[in-house]
């Protein structure tokens, strides 16, 4: 199975190559380089220049993850499992959960500055709310009869959230991380393009200015593969943690 | 043994106050078993949770072998229509399940829990997940989660209404040898009259609207032997059947 995925993952990624070589070909201008040129530079550059940046990048999308899990979760319980809360804390999350959340970034920079809080907040902001919504989601469609065994036998809070509300929204949490990953991953990069020196957004950018083609598109390729680092990490924790769903 | 005085339960909404049952008064014995029949709506349910604890608010007594009815203190076995099965446990986990919750590991003997599952006929399929199974094997399943917890009071709420007729009747069966075997007091809501004949010493009949008990029969042909196949058990079936749709329309007319 695992074998069968990854060789479908190695087929994506030589068609993908495949129409970037052609179009290469075909438009023949530096805008474009052949891909050929670009895995060579980017073999040429990776440990000198560009490993500092991803790790840069993936520490903000890391701290923003786990800060968004680490508030984003213990609500979506509350709200999902005391329906009192959720009248009082629904209102607040659906006023602010449509802005959109780079529209605050002026003032997260004022509040915390152009460095990295301000960075790893905005990641938090765009993945908090749809963990939010997702686990509160999870745990209402739970019915009541899979509570009744376990009240009538005296479970406490602690048994009732080990035994059903976690595992019964885990696999809405992972998915709602999958789907603001992606939005996260774009934002970071808007981000980083001003107010630091490190992130493959800076890279990218910086590269472009220089009009160094191969270098912003070594980039590219890097930004690309660490959102499939983080997207096959998420499926394989997936894959582990919901064992039962996949039945 | 289980003692119920004048029970009441009231729902309240904001602006109304809703009476699903009063002035119930029942008793079952130690080790016996009481069928509660009635038509939707009727608080069947309700009693059943009274009695499970899961309501906090109700007047009158419930008591289970002379304390309140209190989950903390009392194993209180209860079985839900859909089963109540966690879908992320395997069926071994889910047996087990009561028992981590009662913090009752002298329960967890492997060898018990085994010769539960072979009664069962479940043994082989402790690593499956519950929605890999059959309603029936799921059923078998619940059955040996309560059991195994060889609880005060079993509480059933419509057991065996999901399954086919014929699973049904061998779900019976099990239910009774089990029963017979580790003397549960036992109270079960069913809306068949043969499922109240064939497993309940006794039959409490919940009136159409007033939510308190119409009557109780006692069932003489509990226990005996094929009693599905006894003229009489048709007899006593259509004689309830007759008597219950009276109540039932003469509530609707009113």
Redesign the interface.
């Known amino acids: 199975m695992g074998k069968l995925v990854s060789a479908w993952y190695l087929l994506a990624a030589v068609v993908l190559t495949l129409v970037w070589f052609v179009v290469s070909k075909l438009v023949d201008l530096p805008i474009i380089p052949s891909p050929v040129l670009v895995v060579e530079n980017l073999a040429d550059i990776f440990m000198k220049y560009i490993a500092i940046h991803s790790l840069y990048s993936l520490w903000r999308i890391g701290a923003g993850l786990l800060l968004a899990v680490a508030v984003g979760l213990p609500l979506g319980v509350i709200m999902g499992y005391f329906p009192q809360t959720d009248r009082f804390l629904a209102p607040v999350v659906y006023l602010t959960y449509p802005i959109p959340k780079i529209a605050l970034l002026p003032i997260l920079m004022l509040l915390f500055g152009v460095g990295e809080l301000s960075k790893v907040f905005m990641i938090f902001l765009i993945i908090v709310f749809q963990v939010v919504v997702a686990v509160r989601d999870g745990i209402r469609a739970i019915p009541n009869e899979t509570y009744y065994p376990l009240y009538s036998l005296g479970a406490s809070f602690k048994d009732i959230f080990f035994e059903v509300l976690w595992p019964a929204s885990l696999p809405k949490f992972i998915t709602a991380i999958r789907v603001a990953l992606a939005t996260a991953i774009s934002v970071l990069f808007f981000t980083e393009t001003f107010g630091t020196q490190y992130g493959m957004g800076y890279f990218i950018m910086d590269a472009w200015l220089r009009v160094n083609y191969l270098e912003m598109y070594s980039g590219i390729v890097v930004l690309s593969l660490l959102g499939l680092i983080l997207f096959t990490t998420i499926d394989l924790i997936e894959r582990n943690a919901c064992h039962w769903q996949y039945k | 043994m289980i003692s119920i005085e004048n029970l009441s339960v009231n729902y309240k909404s904001d602006s109304d106050v809703y009476t699903a049952i009063s002035g119930i008064n029942l008793t079952i014995p130690e080790g016996g078993t009481l069928a509660v029949i009635g038509p939707s709506g009727c608080g069947k349910s309700t009693l059943l ?1 009274a009695i ?3 309501i906090p608010e109700y007047e009158g007594t419930i008591k289970i072998n002379g304390d309140e009815v ?4 009392q ?10 099965l ?4 395997t069926v071994i986990d889910n047996i087990r ?2 028992m ?3 913090r009752a590991p002298e329960l967890l003997d492997r060898k018990v829990l085994k010769k539960l599952m072979r009664q069962l006929g479940i043994e082989g399929l402790g690593h ?2 519950p ?2 199974l059959s309603g029936g094997q799921q059923q078998r399943v619940a059955l040996a ?2 059991f195994a ?1 060889q609880p005060d009071v079993l ?1 059933m709420d419509e057991p065996f209404s999901a399954l086919d007729a014929i699973t049904r009747e061998e779900m019976q069966d099990i239910f009774l040898k089990l029963w017979q075997k580790n003397n549960v007091s036992t109270i079960f809501v069913t809306h068949y009259v043969e499922e109240a004949l064939y497993l309940g010493q006794r039959i409490a009949v919940l009136s159409a609207s007033s939510g308190n008990i119409n009557r109780i029969v006692e069932n003489p042909l509990f226990g005996g032997k094929d009693i599905r196949q006894n003229p009489e058990f048709f007899e006593m079936s259509l004689k309830l059947k007759n008597s219950i749709k009276k109540d039932w329309n003469q509530a609707w007319e009113n």
């Open positions: 949770k499970a604890g899961l209190n989950p903390k203190k194993t209180i076995g209860f079985m839900p229509q859909n089963y109540g966690l879908p992320w446990r399940l009561g981590k919750i009662k499956r997940y929605t890999e989660r309560v917890l509480l």
